[in-house]
């Protein structure tokens, strides 16, 4: 958003699609724009935010003056947000399984996926997408805090957070670091030292083990081959 660079060509991007994904994924495998797909190198990044297999109902009760209506979902709200494909894990899984396999084979050799989940199903999904990419291309587990602890404190720990698995399509995905500059105050606070040679500034810590009562808990240092034991900003 706010980009002045013109879109690519193709006439495909920034589509929104509306209807059950499974039949929207399998047409852009194997339909006509599987072509551009692959032109461009295959899909780069994919987030999912399936349905948490909670069976609750999304029809929304609206009080207009002093009439209640009930708008009911669409049969695509039904088929998107529903637990309508089945009972148990099972068929929620078996449902999951298909779409992430599509996803997988539109994927560029170096895109990566995000899927979102809850406790609910989280542990479930986690064996599927070991199985659909592989436990060696899985690269990290993302817990996101939705709110802070409010119900339930006196029955049991609340459920405060989802999770997003990232997984990468091989291992030769990209992986773009997002940096900042440090401001002035950090550099001046924690930085205090220059090396005279290069005005490189650095910081000093400790590597002694900072527990006294655990004097056992020691680890192996790593020295950094670029830059040894103190780690510097320019």
């Given at each position: 958003?706010?980009?002045?660079?013109?879109?690519?060509?193709?006439?495909?991007?920034?589509?929104?699609?509306?209807?059950?994904?499974?039949?929207?994924?399998s047409s852009l495998k194997n339909g006509p724009?599987?072509?551009?797909?692959?032109?461009?190198?295959?899909?780069?990044?994919?987030?999912?935010?399936?349905?948490?297999?909670?069976?609750?109902?999304?029809?929304?009760?609206?009080?207009?003056?002093?009439?209640?209506?009930?708008?009911e979902p669409t049969v695509v709200e039904e088929?998107?947000?529903?637990?309508?494909?089945?009972?148990?894990?099972?068929?929620?899984?078996?449902?999951?399984?298909?779409?992430?396999?599509?996803?997988?084979?539109?994927?560029?050799?170096?895109?990566?996926?995000?899927?979102?989940?809850?406790?609910?199903?989280?542990?479930?999904?986690?064996?599927?997408?070991?199985?659909?990419?592989?436990?060696?291309?899985?690269?990290?587990?993302?817990?996101?805090?939705?709110?802070?602890?409010?119900?339930?404190?006196?029955?049991?720990?609340?459920?405060?957070?989802?999770?997003?698995?990232?997984?990468?399509?091989?291992?030769?995905?990209?992986?773009?670091?997002?940096?900042?500059?440090?401001?002035?105050?950090?550099?001046?606070?924690?930085?205090?030292?220059?090396?005279?040679?290069?005005?490189?500034?650095?910081?000093?810590?400790?590597?002694?083990?900072?527990?006294?009562?655990?004097?056992?808990?020691?680890?192996?240092?790593?020295?950094?081959?670029?830059?040894?034991?103190?780690?510097?900003?320019?």
């Amino acid at each position: 958003m706010g980009s002045k660079e013109r879109p690519p060509s193709g006439g495909w991007s920034n589509k929104l699609i509306w209807g059950d994904n499974r039949l929207v994924l399998s047409s852009l495998k194997n339909g006509p724009i599987r072509k551009e797909i692959e032109a461009a190198g295959g899909l780069k990044l994919v987030y999912i935010d399936p349905p948490f297999d909670v069976g609750a109902d999304f029809s929304v009760s609206l009080e207009i003056g002093e009439e209640s209506v009930k708008k009911e979902p669409t049969v695509v709200e039904e088929v998107a947000y529903r637990d309508t494909w089945g009972k148990g894990a099972d068929s929620y899984l078996s449902m999951a399984y298909d779409r992430i396999v599509l996803i997988r084979d539109l994927l560029s050799d170096s895109g990566s996926i995000y899927v979102h989940c809850d406790w609910r199903v989280s542990h479930h999904l986690r064996c599927v997408l070991d199985e659909i990419f592989g436990t060696a291309n899985f690269q990290n587990e993302i817990v996101w805090k939705r709110s802070t602890p409010r119900a339930h404190v006196y029955t049991r720990y609340p459920s405060t957070h989802d999770v997003i698995f990232f997984y990468s399509r091989s291992d030769t995905a990209t992986w773009n670091p997002q940096y900042q500059p440090h401001t002035p105050e950090y550099i001046e606070k924690y930085y205090r030292y220059v090396v005279e040679k290069t005005g490189r500034k650095y910081s000093l810590d400790s590597l002694i083990n900072p527990n006294p009562d655990r004097p056992t808990l020691k680890y192996e240092w790593v020295v950094s081959p670029k830059y040894g034991a103190i780690q510097g900003i320019e």
